[in-house]
C-alpha cells in the first residue's frame, strides 16, 4: 500500500494526533498569504524531539515533504503545503522550558506564543524585545525561522539578535545542538544564526535559547505630522544623525493615516501627507529629554502639529493607531496584500514616492506605512484576487517595486520572508552567485529536498521575466 | 445532497464576506473551539476557509464541515478580534440554516430541539405551562424522590448536575400581563419596555422585577408589552430562520405600540438576537425599516442604568465579598457591552471586584450548546472554573440566562456550592439596593 508512510506516522504519535480528513487538510492549506492554498496530505502534531526525529526519518525515507507550521500568519506562502506530503505542526511543544535570571536566557519549546513569552519575563523584570505585530498569535519557532521583526527593530534589533542556540532536527533524522548561553561563542560556524531566518528549509527548530535584557523603566510617546513626506524622512534622518535612537520610529502616509482616522477616531491629522509615531523609553528623566528633543527637531524640519501624550491611555491610543492601519486598510477592500519591500533609512523618502508612482502607473491602489527607524516599509495593497487583470497590474506593480528597491541599496523583503510568493525575486537580491551558494547549503542540510521544499528557491531556479 | 448544499452555499453565503478573511489568525486566540483543541479545523479562519470549500464544492462529505459548525459556540469572539471585519457570525447563521434546512438531524438531538423550541419557546403560553411542570417536580416532592432513586443517573453526568442547579420556578400567578411600573425619581428621565425573554420570564421572573425596581429607581418608567414573544435566538442559532422571521415580526408589532426610548433586555443573548432583527429582515420590504427601528432602540438594562447615573442616584451596598464578572459573549461582542456591567459592580460600597483572566472567552452555555456538545462545554467550563478561582471570588456576576446556569452549574462540578454563587448582576444590584436605599426617599 502507497499510504504506509502516515500509518508508520501514526506509530510514532499515536493516532490522534495524525489527521488525514479532508476538513482537517482543507482546514491546513493555507497561510496568511493570499492565492497559494494547497492542501497537505497528513497533518501530524509531535510531541517531542524525539518523535520529530522518527517522523522525518519516515519522510526522508518515502520523500514526503515536510512543511513545518507554526501559527501560519507568515506572509510569504511559507508553510502553504504546495507540494503536498505532512504539516507539521507545533502546538503539543508549548513550553516554556527554563528562565534563567542568572545569565537572562529564556530557553523554549518552538510552540510558545511570542507574546507568553514577553508575558513571562516581563513580570521578572526582564524584556524579549523583537515585537511583530502578530505577537499574541505568532509562535517562536516561525519568528525564528522568518527572523522577524518589529516595531522596536530600530534600538534593539529583530529576532536574529536573541536567538542564542537552537536545536534542530535535519533530513537525515541528526539533531543538532547550535550555540547555547554564551554570549561569547566561536567555535566553528555560526550554525544557529544559519537556522535562523531559513523559513524551515535547513531543519526543524525543537528547542531554542533566547537572549533577554533589562525591563526599560519608562516610556515615552510623540506623534508629529508633516505637510510632505520629505519633510517627514528629514525629521528621521536628523534624529538619527543626533545620536538619538528612539526605540520605535514609524511612518504612517496619508492613505493610510485616511484609513486608520476613519477606523479608530483617534484624532490624526488627516489633512497631512505623514505622520511619525515616535517613542523612546528607558530611565524617566533620559526618556523625557529624548522626546523633547525629537519634538524640536520635528518642529524644525516642518512639523505641521506635535503632541507628546499626556497619559499612557493617548500613548496607548496612539500606538494602537499605527497597530491597526493594516486593520484599516483591510476593512476596505476584499483581497490585502502586505508587501516588506525595504531600502536604507536615507531612501525612504525617494521610494515612498517611488511607490505612490508605481502604483499611480499600474493603476492600483496602494497605501504605505511601516518602520521610518529602519527603512522597513509596508506597501500595501488593496484588491481583489478574483479580478484576474487587476490581479496581474498588482503582481506587475510589486515586481516594480521590489526592483526599485534593489536599486536603492534595500532588499525585496525586511521581515517577512522569502516563501514561495517571493522566490521569483531572490536572485534579484543575492545574484545567481548568491542563490547558487545558498542551493549548495541547502543540500548540505537536505539532500533530498523534503524540508519546506519550494520555499526560498523558485522553482524552475532562475529569474523571473521582466 | 452535497451538491444541493453546495449550490446553497452559493446562492446564500456571499463570496465577498468569504474572501473577506485573509487568514492572517487574528482571531485565534479569541475563539474557545480553537483555545481547547488547538486545531484549525475548530478556529474561525478554518471554518471560514470549509464554507469556502463547501461552497466551490471542494469537499466530498460536507457533514465534516457541518460538525466543525455545530462545535462553534457561535459566540462571535471572533469579530471583535477580526482586523478585516469579517461577518462571521452572519455567515454562520446562514451556513447553519442550510444545513438543518437539508439533512435528517439525529433523532435524540432533533427531540430534544423540538421540545425546547417549538413547545417551549415559541410560546410563552406553553413555556408557561411547561415552566409549571417542572415547578411542580420540583414543590412537589417528586424531585426529592427521583433524587433519592436516582433517577438521573440513567443521565449524562453534565445533565444530572444541570438538573441540580435549574432554579425554582415562580408561581404562575406572578407572571405579569401589560403593565406600567412608574419611575421613582421625581421627574421620569426616559421611558422604556421590558423585553421579558422566555427564559428569563419562567426561569428567571425575579430576575425581571429586580430590573423593573432598578430602572424605576433610576428614573425610568418601564412598560411591559403583553403581546411579545420569544427574541428567536434559539431558533436562528439552530438553523430554524423562518421561525425566528415570525417571531421577529410578532416582536416589533409588539413594541411599535409601546413608542418609547429604550427597549431594554437583560439577557445579552435575547439582545444580541433583537439587534440583529433588522438583519433579518433586510430583505423584506414590508418589515425592513420597522426591524431599523427597533433595533436602534435595542439597549441592556445595564447601559441604561450608566446612562441614568444610577450608581449616583442611589446607594448601593453589600457585605464584604469579592465579585467577578463572567462576560457574556453577545452582549460583549454583538451589543459592545463590556464597561457598563463592571462599573455597576464596582459601584457597589463592599464589593471587591477583581476580574478574572479571559472574563470576555464564552463560558460554553452558547444557547444549548451545552446539550448538544456536551463535552467540549464541559471541557470550556473547567477551564472557566479555573480562572474564577484565581479571583477567590464567592460571586460571579453574568448578564445572561444560560452564562448564569451554566456558572451555577460549573460551581456545582466544583463542589462549591458553599462558598459560591452565581447570580445575575440585576439581582445583585438589588440586593445591593434593599439594605437601606428601597423606601429611603
Ligand atoms: C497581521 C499580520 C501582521 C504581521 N506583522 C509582522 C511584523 O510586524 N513583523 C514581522 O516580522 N512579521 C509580521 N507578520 C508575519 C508573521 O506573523 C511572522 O512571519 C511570524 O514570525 C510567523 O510566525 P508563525 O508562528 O505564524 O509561523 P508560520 O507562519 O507558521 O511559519 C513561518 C515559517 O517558519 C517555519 N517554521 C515554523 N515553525 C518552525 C519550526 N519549529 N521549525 C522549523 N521551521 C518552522 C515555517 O515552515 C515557515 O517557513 C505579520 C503577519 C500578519 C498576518
Ligand atoms: S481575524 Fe478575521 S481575517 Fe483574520 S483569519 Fe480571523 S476571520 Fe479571517
Ligand atoms: S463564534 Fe466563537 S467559537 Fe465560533 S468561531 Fe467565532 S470565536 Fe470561535
Redesign the pocket.
Known amino acids: 500500500m502507497t499510504m504506509t508512510w502516515i500509518q508508520e506516522i501514526r506509530h510514532i504519535v499515536g493516532d490522534e494526533h495524525v489527521q488525514t480528513k479532508q476538513s482537517s487538510l482543507l482546514s491546513y492549506a493555507y ?2 498569504t493570499p492565492n497559494f492554498n494547497t492542501k497537505p496530505e497528513a497533518v501530524v502534531a509531535p510531541a517531542s524531539e524525539q518523535e520529530i526525529k522518527e517522523i522525518v526519518t519516515v519522510c526522508a525515507n518515502h520523500q514526503i515533504p515536510i ?10 506562502a ?2 502553504t503545503p504546495t507540494q503536498g506530503g505532512v504539516v ?1 505542526l ?1 502546538h503539543r511543544m508549548y513550553r516554556i522550558l527554563e528562565l534563567d535570571e542568572d545569565n537572562l536566557t529564556i530557553t523554549v519549546q ?2 510558545v506564543i ?1 507574546g507568553d513569552i514577553c508575558e513571562a519575563v516581563e513580570a521578572k523584570g526582564l524584556f524579549y524585545p523583537p ?4 505577537m499574541k ?15 522596536r527593530g530600530l534600538k534593539y534589533g ?1 529576532t536574529k539578535d536573541y536567538v542564542l542556540g537552537v536545536n ?1 532536527v535535519i533530513a537525515n533524522g541528526d539533531v543538532i545542538r547550535a550555540g547555547g548561553k554564551n554570549v561569547k561563542d566561536v567555535a566553528g560556524y555560526d550554525l544557529t544564526s544559519l537556522f535562523v531566518g ?4 535547513l ?4 528547542k531554542a535559547t533566547l537572549k533577554l535584557v533589562p525591563l526599560p523603566e519608562s516610556k515615552q510617546t510623540l506623534l508629529a505630522s508633516f505637510d510632505s513626506i520629505e519633510r517627514a524622512a528629514e525629521t528621521v534622518s536628523q534624529v538619527i544623525a543626533n545620536k538619538l535612537t528612539p526605540a520605535t520610529l514609524e511612518f504612517i502616509d496619508r492613505a493610510t493615516i485616511q484609513a486608520v482616522e476613519d477606523y479608530t477616531h483617534v484624532g490624526l491629522p488627516t489633512d497631512a501627507e505623514a505622520v511619525l509615531l515616535i517613542e523612546q523609553d528607558g530611565p524617566p528623566s533620559i526618556c523625557e529629554h529624548d522626546i523633547q528633543l525629537i519634538q524640536g527637531i520635528a518642529i524644525e524640519h516642518g512639523a505641521i502639529t506635535t503632541q507628546i501624550a499626556e497619559t499612557e491611555e493617548r500613548a496607548a491610543e496612539l500606538r494602537e493607531a499605527r497597530r491597526s492601519a ?1 486593520s484599516a486598510l483591510a476593512k476596505r477592500s476584499p483581497t490585502t496584500i ?1 508587501e ?1 519591500a525595504t531600502v536604507p533609512r536615507s531612501e525612504i523618502a525617494t521610494m515612498v514616492k517611488a511607490i505612490e508612482a508605481i502604483a499611480l502607473e499600474h493603476d492600483v491602489n496602494i497605501a504605505t506605512f511601516g518602520h521610518a527607524g529602519d527603512g522597513n516599509l509596508h506597501p500595501t495593497c488593496m484588491t481583489d484576487l478574483r479580478d484576474k487583470d487587476e490581479w496581474e497590474r498588482v503582481e506587475a506593480a510589486f515586481a516594480a517595486i521590489f526592483r526599485k528597491a534593489i536599486d536603492l541599496g534595500g532588499t525585496i523583503t525586511g ?3 522569502v ?1 514561495e510568493m517571493k522566490s521569483p525575486y531572490l536572485a534579484w537580491k543575492v545574484g545567481d552567485e548568491g542563490i547558487q551558494l545558498m542551493n549548495q547549503i541547502k543540500l548540505a542540510f537536505d539532500p533530498e529536498h523534503i524540508m ?1 521544499p519550494g ?1 526560498i528557491f523558485h522553482r524552475s531556479g532562475g529569474e523571473v521575466d521582466e | 445532497m452535497s451538491e444541493a448544499i453546495t449550490q446553497a452555499f452559493q446562492e446564500r453565503i456571499s463570496e465577498d464576506d468569504l474572501l473577506n478573511c ?1 487568514k ?3 482571531c485565534l486566540p479569541a475563539c474557545p473551539t480553537y483555545v481547547e483543541t488547538q486545531d484549525e479545523v475548530h478556529s474561525p479562519r478554518g471554518r471560514i476557509s470549509l464554507m469556502m470549500a463547501v461552497r466551490d464544492g471542494e469537499i466530498d462529505d460536507v457533514h465534516e464541515v457541518e460538525e466543525s459548525l455545530n462545535v462553534c459556540l457561535g459566540c462571535r469572539a471572533c469579530e471583535p478580534a477580526c ?1 478585516a471585519g469579517v461577518n462571521y457570525g452572519e455567515m454562520l447563521e446562514e451556513a447553519r440554516a442550510i444545513f438543518y434546512e437539508h439533512k435528517d438531524v439525529p433523532l435524540q438531538e432533533k427531540a430534544l430541539r423540538k421540545t425546547t423550541l417549538n413547545m417551549l419557546f415559541t410560546d410563552q403560553e406553553k413555556m408557561g405551562k411547561a415552566t409549571s411542570l417542572l415547578r411542580f417536580y420540583q414543590r412537589s416532592g417528586l424531585q426529592k424522590t427521583a433524587r433519592k432513586l436516582k433517577v438521573m443517573n440513567f443521565f449524562p453526568d453534565h445533565m444530572q448536575q444541570m438538573e441540580r442547579v435549574l432554579p425554582d420556578v415562580p408561581k404562575r400567578a406572578k407572571q405579569h400581563r401589560e403593565v406600567t411600573f412608574p419611575s421613582e425619581t421625581d421627574q421620569t428621565k426616559a421611558t422604556a419596555a421590558m423585553f421579558k425573554g422566555c427564559l428569563m420570564d419562567t426561569l428567571f421572573h425575579e430576575t425581571n422585577q429586580s430590573t423593573i425596581t432598578l430602572l424605576n429607581r433610576a428614573g425610568c418608567d418601564v412598560v411591559v408589552p403583553d403581546t411579545q414573544g420569544c427574541c428567536g435566538a434559539l431558533h436562528g442559532h439552530s438553523g430554524k430562520k423562518a421561525g425566528a422571521k415570525e417571531l421577529a415580526k410578532q416582536n416589533i408589532q409588539a413594541f411599535e405600540q409601546a413608542d418609547v426610548d429604550y427597549i431594554i433586555t437583560n439577557a445579552g443573548g435575547c439582545g444580541a438576537f433583537l439587534h440583529d432583527y433588522d438583519h433579518l429582515l433586510e430583505n423584506d420590504a414590508e418589515w425592513a425599516e420597522r426591524a431599523k427601528a427597533f433595533t436602534d432602540k435595542i439597549v441592556d438594562f445595564s447601559t441604561v442604568l450608566m446612562d441614568l447615573d444610577f450608581p449616583n442616584e442611589a446607594a448601593l451596598n453589600i457585605d464584604q465579598q469579592i465579585i467577578t464578572y463572567q462576560d457574556s459573549c453577545h452582549l460583549r461582542n454583538v451589543l459592545g457591552v463590556a464597561d457598563a456591567p463592571r462599573q455597576l459592580i464596582q459601584a457597589i460600597e463592599g464589593a471587591h471586584y477583581i476580574e478574572m483572566p479571559h472574563a470576555d472567552q464564552c463560558c460554553g452555555s452558547a444557547g444549548i450548546y451545552n446539550l448538544t456538545q456536551p463535552e467540549m462545554s464541559m471541557q470550556i467550563l473547567d477551564h472557566k472554573m479555573e480562572n474564577v478561582d484565581t479571583t477567590r471570588a464567592t460571586t460571579i456576576v453574568t448578564t445572561n440566562p444560560g452564562c448564569l446556569l451554566q456558572m451555577k452549574l460549573g460551581i456545582e462540578r466544583t463542589e462549591q456550592t458553599d462558598t459560591m454563587r452565581a447570580v445575575h448582576l440585576a439581582d445583585l444590584l438589588l440586593e445591593a439596593l434593599s439594605t437601606e436605599d428601597l423606601n429611603s426617599d
Open positions: 497561510d496568511a512543511v513545518p507550521r507554526g501559527s501560519g500568519t507568515n506572509l510569504a511559507g508553510t507539521l507545533f518552538p510552540g511570542t515585537d511583530p505585530s502578530s498569535i505568532s509562535t517562536i519557532g516561525g519568528n525564528i525561522n522568518e527572523n522577524s521583526g518589529g516595531l529583530v534542530a531559513s523559513e524551515g528549509t531543519g526543524i527548530i525543537t493594516l502586505l516588506d521581515e517577512h520572508g516563501g519546506n520555499k | 485573509m492572517c489568525g487574528f482586523p
